[in-house]
């Protein structure tokens, strides 16, 4: 009853079908992955959220791994276990190694850390950094 | 009553004083910053947080720019006002232009806005990705 | 070890059966549903937490619905797998459309992103907002 | 050396320029809030975000006043400060009463407290939520 | 226009200055402090919440400085000032040393660390946790 | 491909190995659990990780029950399922009681609770608790 159900590509209207079409262009994959066909349910929300994610995640002053790694870094802290296994594979594409990854996560876990204790210890901002 | 005090330098024992003296030669810098005095409180937990945060924040897999850009997601998503403070200046030292920090945030917002879309249309992990 | 156990219906104290038999005649259903069941654990908790939310879900200057669509926006900001499952049913049977689940979704994803944004970017609040 | 600063409209390039009017028209409002200054400095990220939010938050299956509440609601749940003082303020122009708002609090409140009892007790969803 | 503001005891209610009276005989305080001045704008929440705190903060299996050091925790995981302000102070005078202070927050820290790791590196539930 | 895979005793490294006997002679268990055995992928968060916890999680001004207590009670917050499921059966095997765990539950919530309120309601901080 709660439970959503994908779009797949066959039963899709032209306009999700067009936005699958340019998820499988872009990426050079013969499927789009779970997260767009369960997002099609709503195809305003298909078309922005795509558009919008294939501007920010092109090359830019960032390298798409480094973007990578900064969504995987936002899915751990969230908490998001399908943004965490698909990112991951994203990253892997990109080419993140097993060395990064573990730096990765590091860095994630000892952020986690480090903001509660700035927090706790109710550390005032320096005006250096103001 | 709930306030906390910073240890400066001068009032410190010789066992915070080594610590801060690593962090100030280790960085460059002639003063500590307000979180470690203020961590500083509780010994243990500054010997121990300086410790791997050199550790983890060191140039490996991942150079030093891509480490704080990783800080400062974690820190933007933990909404952690001191650590967005303190490590947006840590990157600008590291190279960090204002091109960067503006593709940093969009990726950091989009990744908070695709994760809540997976968690709310309860999408399943592709098997590809497992 | 840590798994936690359903109490069922008729092996449940009275005080206990009392909050179930109560639950189930405000929501005209034959059974209470897990959450209920697991918290039954601590009668204390089962009696406070069902008290509480029957009179703040009740009709009142929101209707329930809105009610249920505020309760799925923090569920999903929040990740509770549970929640989003159960109050989303609970909302489509006080009447939300899958038109109206696509918009609460999006605004959810959007007030996520520019939460971040307003973080990151360290934004004053207005003195017009004050 | 990490604080941000607003783009004002005098002294913006065309292109933000354009879409602060937009937002001015739209709103019919004599000014931009700060949120809009801020991240205009980095352009493409202003464009997208308020195309995105003029398009979510426009009327439709969902009215205004009830996007308003959402974005409450997630904006408290996030602790983001400024947010939740800015689209208070947006609510009340769209008619919340203070009655309204106790209410909106009181099932956020709520919501958070059962999203963890939820996740504590680890309740398994109920088959009929799927 | 957004800014809430605190009900005082002279200018309250009788319902309102009812739970006022209990809170200040029940911690011995000449005054409430600010949060229940600002909740009384809506006065169900102030009664609904003060009944459960009153209970819930109560000596029991847990005493009451366990109690106050989970409420630190779970305020510096939120990152909510008010609470770590107000409830560091409650520790305090429930017997809170430096040093207990000390540990808690290294505990809050790690545990937020070792969170992330347990995400990020999707460790499945050992079958004897189940 | 993002799935990670668990280092086995068997297979390990001299320098995990010995981590791993640390774990199970600290903790008097046969094997270590998964947490372990996946962070043993990258061995220096598997030394750093086992370092910190063990010295944090000692008796102390805190005894280690109330430790487990705070460890649960940051999990729930967070939101990690791995966490609660393994700390559960900690706090049990340190002498948590059902009726502790009901309490401590039922403080984790409350305390979720509040700290929305207290954001909701952007309550400025009582001079006392500064």
Redesign the interface.
């Known amino acids: ?4 159900k994908p779009v797949e590509y066959v039963s899709a209207t032209p306009e999700v079908k067009a936005v699958f079409d340019d998820i499988k262009a872009t990426r050079g994959v013969p499927d789009v ?3 767009w066909k ?2 099609a ?2 195809p ?2 298909l078309a ?2 795509w558009g ?2 294939k ?3 092109a090359d ?3 390298d798409p791994l ?2 990578e ?18 990112h ?2 994203g990253a ?1 594409r990109a080419g993140m ?30 005006p ?3």
């Open positions: 009853m709660s439970q959503q992955n779970n997260f369960y997002i349910q709503h305003p929300t922005r959220t919008s994610l501007d920010i995640m830019g002053a960032l480094v973007k790694l900064i969504y995987i870094a936002v899915s751990v802290t969230n908490n998001c276990g399908y943004c965490v296994a698909s991951t594979a892997r190694t097993d060395e990064m990854f573990g730096e990765l996560l590091a860095v994630v876990g000892m952020a986690n850390e480090t903001n509660r204790l700035a927090v706790g210890y109710r550390v005032p901002v320096d250096a950094f103001e």
